[in-house]
């Protein structure tokens, strides 16, 4: 019922489980990143009453995640595990991950690096040069993957390069293979690490990669909802630069919600996907859209915890990047699995 239920390739994912050839629209909002915070104000702040007719879910990663009581929440959600926990499930990421390498080409090998990113709302500031540089002292030469909104910046960009590092990115949000490609980087390297506790280490933890998390955390001006030190209290067993894999691996994927993981008929029935109904594309392309501008106008109501609220972003943050707010087609395809898409090449900008 909105753009962001599509975001990072989340229902191309869940499509591929499924067994559709493409997403459809969803009756209700799916959480789109794993939080440090309660999910549900900081990804359904705009929309603080959809859940309250019934014919609507919010769809959370995990009723089993340290951040947040889902009992104590005012607001009722469904527990359907992380898109991640169903890319990698599908019959062909199974058959993959079973597979004995032919040789020891085919062996994953070097060190992955998902460095805190920038978002339209707010940007990352501080000393990449030498946090790359520390990087490239403790693991060697690697291979950085920027979000797409920072791979325009020639400072960050250029940081990590004239460190030695090889710099890709996973494409833009409203990519169907953002995902799939996430996942390609993280089957091709032996470590994951990041200088914050972010949703891609607990992806590559999910599936038994060796995982850290050290070096300086940058800063997100007027965005630290949770500080660091409470996340590092709250997670000690993910930080650092010497974990123990077992145990991460284990965390991760409670985290994930690899418990809640549906079968695929199931699933369908879960996100309104077994027949056709005008309601959640009504609400995508007309009321979703419209309630979102009045909330940036200042005459609509957020949830009182929004992560939007919380950073206090006026509306011309928003006019910034006036047209990536508003909903566009659904994605033409499910996520691409055999053959996974390869990362995309990040080079100097200018």
């Known amino acids: 019922m909105d753009i962001q239920n599509h975001f990072y390739g989340h229902t191309a994912a869940l499509a591929a489980y499924a067994g559709l050839s493409r997403p459809r629209h969803v009756a209700g909002l799916i959480q789109h990143g794993w939080t440090t915070v309660p999910p549900i104000p900081v990804n359904f702040g705009d929309f603080p009453d959809v859940e309250k007719n019934g014919r609507r879910r919010l769809f959370v990663w995990s009723h089993g995640s340290r951040a947040w009581d889902p009992a104590r929440s005012p607001r009722q959600s469904f527990s359907l595990g992380a898109p991640w926990a169903y890319l990698v499930s599908t019959e062909a990421v199974q058959e993959r991950l079973a597979d004995n390498p032919a040789s020891p080409d085919s062996y994953p090998s070097g060190t992955l690096i998902m460095p805190v990113h920038s978002t339209r709302i707010v940007a990352v500031s501080g000393d990449q040069d030498s946090l790359a540089r520390e990087y490239l002292r403790t693991e060697g030469p690697s291979t950085v993957c920027l979000h797409f909104e920072d791979i325009h910046k020639p400072d960050i960009v250029g940081s990590w390069l004239d460190a030695g590092h090889r710099v890709v990115t996973a494409g833009p949000r409203h990519d169907p293979d953002f995902l799939s490609r996430i996942l390609a980087l993280v089957l091709a390297a032996e470590r994951v690490v990041a200088n914050r506790l972010m949703t891609p280490v607990l992806y590559a933890a999910s599936l038994g990669r060796d995982v850290g998390v050290y070096g300086d955390p940058l800063s997100i001006p007027g965005a630290e909802i949770h500080g660091q030190r409470a996340i590092r209290s709250l997670w000690p067993e993910l930080h650092g630069p010497s974990l123990d894999r077992g145990v991460t691996t284990d965390l991760a ?98």
């Open 253 to 350: 994927r409670t985290e994930l919600g690899f418990q809640h993981v549906l079968e695929p008929v199931e699933l369908r029935s879960a996100l309104g996907w077994n027949g056709r109904s005008a309601g959640p594309g009504l609400q995508y392309w007309v009321s979703a859209p419209l309630r979102k501008t009045m909330n940036v106008l200042g005459l609509g109501e957020r949830d009182p915890g929004s992560s939007e609220k919380q950073v206090g972003a006026s509306p011309l943050t928003w006019l910034r990047h006036p047209m990536s707010h508003l909903p566009r087609p659904l994605p033409a395809h499910a996520a691409a699995l055999d053959p996974l898409p390869a990362p995309i090449p990040v080079h100097r900008p200018g």
